[in-house]
């Protein structure tokens, strides 16, 4: 795997994928079970995957997603914090790791402004729709009646349901309007954020898909788990559109993947100033 110190030096054709460790704790510990699935997904769809340590600042966030391509956002057994969308604390929620929402929400400011492309699983897409001003369901058993299984049950680490697919592009990349997922989360999307859509839907009425409909780049967010579902089409065709979405930013020219202004502008050049 690439690392930070090596980006800059390694020049390779296949895309650069950015993936933060899941948590502060495991990234000190080196824990690396979980966190490896992202980085295998990504090798497999014919990526580079490149871990992002949670301990860097945010200049040194901007700067390394600079030389990115495009991002995973992976799962967490964080819990944002609430305070973030307007709620108080729940009691069965758990405490939220602020390296990785700060890297998440730099890692996001980046992508959407250069329209690079992002799959945000699980954790990552509850804070994709919260960085858009989105709101959560804070415990679904809680919170949701009627709701079925979806964080594992009978000593599982994971429930499997389906859902109904409502985007066309989502059908697409599936192949159908319906799909079987595995799901290990107790949080979910409740209102959706800014330039976000609803893209899937377990038959209980739970959010678990959204995309980005709010100007150019692909960013998907799947409530599910695709890096354990190595031989699941849908969690391949995910991965492999993801890198071919960041081959396709990689080949457009810089200029093309400047920052907006405030305004949606792209700042113009100027002679003395460095990038």
Request: charged fraction near 30%; include cysteine.
């Amino acid at each position: 795997m690439l690392r930070y110190a090596a980006v800059k030096s390694r020049r390779n054709r296949r895309p650069r994928i950015g993936v933060p460790w899941r948590t502060s704790v495991e990234e000190g510990h080196g824990r690396r079970q979980h966190f490896q699935k992202y980085l295998r997904a990504v090798e497999e769809a014919g990526g580079d995957a490149v871990e992002i340590s949670l301990g860097l600042s945010p200049a040194e966030v901007a700067r390394l997603a600079e030389f990115l391509d495009g991002f995973v956002l992976p799962g967490s057994p964080a819990d944002i914090e609430p305070r973030r969308f307007g709620s108080a604390r729940h009691p069965r929620e758990s405490p939220p790791d602020k390296r990785r929402e700060r890297t998440d929400d730099g890692l996001l400011d980046h992508a959407f402004a250069t329209g690079k492309p992002v799959l945000a699983i699980c954790y990552g897409a509850q804070l994709l729709n919260v960085h858009q001003h989105g709101t959560l369901v804070q415990d679904i058993p809680s919170e949701v009646r009627h709701a079925r299984d979806h964080d594992g049950g009978a000593g599982l680490d994971e429930s499997v349901h389906p859902i109904r697919i409502e985007s066309e592009r989502l059908a697409e990349l599936a192949g159908a309007s319906r799909a079987s997922v595995n799901s290990s989360h107790h949080q979910a999307v409740r209102s959706v954020g800014r330039g976000l859509r609803i893209a899937a839907r377990a038959p209980d009425g739970i959010i678990e898909a959204v995309e980005w409909t709010g100007g150019p780049g692909w960013v998907v967010g799947v409530q599910w788990h695709p890096e354990r579902m190595p031989s699941d089409p849908l969690a391949q065709t995910l991965f492999r559109t993801l890198v071919e979405e960041a081959r396709n930013a990689a080949q457009r020219p810089k200029a093309a993947n400047r920052p907006l202004g405030s305004r949606g502008r792209r700042p113009k050049s100027r002679s003395k100033r460095r990038r």
